[in-house]
């Protein structure tokens, strides 16, 4: 990360000096985070403190902590608007502080992963519901371009909700999904958890039955950044795959289409 910190507004001069400005006066706890900041939790300090730094040079609000306690204070306060996940912290693991977030928050989530190498962390994260994820050594700019880029989605998002509230659902193969529990129902009357990806895929199937979808289609559907690797998306399949499907080996509900995607292959009737 040596020539991270010889980017604008990170430089190892004026970390020092904009310490506590990094940190938006919340260091030591007494102080309250401003409306809209971004959280930082990354047991790094001079990662804290550049990241923050050249945020808050943005003029983008940001805060830092070190670990998932101090993360929960946070979360008794002034929530933040997105938060910037580590998920190497020392003796934690962010995999299952990612978890406790989405339990109870959907707020923007951008996962770090220490190295290209580690994709099944990746892979994991997004699956728990990260929205995003950036590889040290990273861009400031990117990372806070795509900071931004999930604060539209998810406006965006709330205004469609505003406008065409869920209700509703789809029934296929007597299988039934309820849109504004978010509940799918088998067969039998039986509930069936969906992570907030399996739901998202699912609803693209929905929206389109019997129609061949390219891997692309499916990444924008399922808010994915556009860039990251296919390979997400066959996980979620076969995820989703495990619980429509009678024999997830031989499947017949979603079929994969050799060279374009895949496609959901029964009637859909919307209700």
């Not at 507004?9 to 970390?15: A, L, N, P, Q, V």
């Not at 808050?56 to 979360?75: E, K, L, T």
């Amino acid at each position: 990360m040596e020539s991270q910190r010889r980017m604008p507004g990170s430089t190892e001069d004026s970390e020092s000096a904009s310490d506590d400005r990094a940190y938006g006066g919340d260091r030591s706890g007494g102080g309250e985070p401003k409306a809209g900041y971004i959280l930082v939790v990354d047991d790094d300090p001079a990662m804290r403190r550049m990241v923050t730094g050249y945020f808050q040079d943005h003029d983008v609000p940001a805060s830092a902590v070190a670990n998932g306690q101090d993360m929960c204070r946070y979360f008794k306060g002034i929530h933040p608007s997105a938060i910037i996940l580590d998920l190497r912290l020392g003796q934690e693991n962010g995999l299952d502080l990612l978890r406790q977030i989405r339990s109870s928050s959907d707020v923007p989530i951008i996962i770090m992963t220490g190295h290209r190498r580690d994709e099944i962390d990746r892979v994991i994260g997004l699956e728990l519901g990260a929205d995003d994820y950036v590889t040290k050594p990273f861009s400031l700019r990117e990372l806070l371009a795509r900071v931004r880029a999930v604060l539209r989605r998810q406006e965006m998002g709330r205004a469609a909700r505003s406008r065409d509230p869920e209700r509703g659902g789809y029934r296929f193969g007597g299988w039934q999904l309820e849109r504004r529990a978010r509940q799918l129902l088998d067969p039998a009357g039986n509930a069936v958890s969906l992570t907030k990806g399996e739901y998202a895929l699912l609803l693209a199937f929905l929206d389109a039955p019997r129609r061949p979808l390219t891997r692309e289609h499916l990444l924008q559907a399922t808010r994915v950044h556009e860039d990251i690797f296919d390979r997400s998306i066959d996980v979620q399949v076969l995820r989703l795959r495990r619980k429509l499907e009678i024999d997830a080996s031989a499947p017949r509900v979603i079929r994969t289409e050799r060279g374009v995607g895949y496609v959901f292959t029964l009637a859909v009737e919307p209700f």
